[in-house]
T-cell receptor
Framework: GAGVSQSPSNKVTEKGKDVELRCDPI?????LYWYRQSLGQGLEFLIY????????KSGLPSDRFSAERTGGSVSTLTIQRTQQEDSAVYLC?????????????FGPGTRLTVL | AQTVTQSQPEMSVQEAETVTLSCTYDTSENNYYLFWYKQPPSRQMILVIRQEAYKQQNATENRFSVNFQKAAKSFSLKISDSQLGDTAMYFC???????????FGKGTLLTVNP
């Protein structure tokens, strides 16, 4: 079976524009996570989805960031009015179940560059 | 809140030799998990090894083993018989049983030289 996929692989945008990053988790995985990897901050948790439960958005850095997960599968991370400090690699991961730990499988990430 | 500290930004080792990467952590919980992840240039984060805090025995996975010192909150990774394919960024991470989020260290860039 396929692993976690993310698109696009790279995204270059201008400051102030909105961007959407997509994540396709492993089929059957109920938990989905977004992380951000940047030079200054390292790897940071952003948001977590588990089944039909309300997502844990505690890691989102500002209200310009939002994410949704449709049908319990594909997830989209949206960044509105992008800023240069949003430049980073955005990693998505999925696991069989959340709460009690099960291995998180990561996608290859989307490298976002804000000019 | 959890914190994870990796004090070695970069390390190098000769092929076939052994190298140890350091990691310390802090948590207020008694039960948690610790991990080492490998990130090669392809950016794909790969789980190398994990340790449950309630287990005293150190985890091993082929050439990879850990030295888990719970009292000292230390969790080092030993790579034996280093191979060129081990060249990557290595991240130490933790998650509390009550919390599913991974907290990562800053990473150690390991280079294996031929």
């Amino acid at each position: 079976g396929a692993g976690v996929s993310q698109s696009p692989s790279n995204k270059v945008t201008e400051k102030g524009k909105d961007v959407e990053l997509r994540c396709d988790p492993i089929s059957g995985h109920t938990a989905l996570y977004w992380y951000r990897q940047s030079l200054g901050q390292g790897l940071e948790f952003l948001i977590y989805f588990q089944g039909n439960s309300a997502p844990d958005k505690s890691g989102l850095p500002s209200d310009r960031f939002s994410a949704e997960r449709t049908g319990g599968s594909v997830s989209t991370l949206t960044i509105q009015r992008t800023q240069q400090e949003d430049s980073a690699v955005y990693l998505c991961a999925s696991s069989l179940a959340g709460g009690d730990w099960s291995e998180q499988f990561f996608g290859p990430g989307t490298r976002l560059t804000v000019l | 809140a959890q914190t994870v500290t990796q004090s070695q930004p970069e390390m190098s080792v000769q092929e076939a030799e052994t190298v140890t990467l350091s990691c310390t952590y802090d948590t207020s919980e008694n039960n948690y998990y610790l991990f080492w992840y490998k990130q090669p240039p392809s950016r794909q984060m790969i789980l190398v090894i994990r340790q449950e805090a309630y287990k005293q025995q150190n985890a091993t996975e082929n050439r990879f083993s850990v030295n888990f010192q719970k009292a000292a909150k230390s969790f080092s990774l030993k790579i034996s018989d280093s191979q060129l394919g081990d060249t990557a960024m290595y991240f130490c991470a933790s998650t509390e049983v009550s919390n599913y989020k991974l907290t990562f260290g800053k990473g150690t860039l390991l280079t294996v030289n031929p």
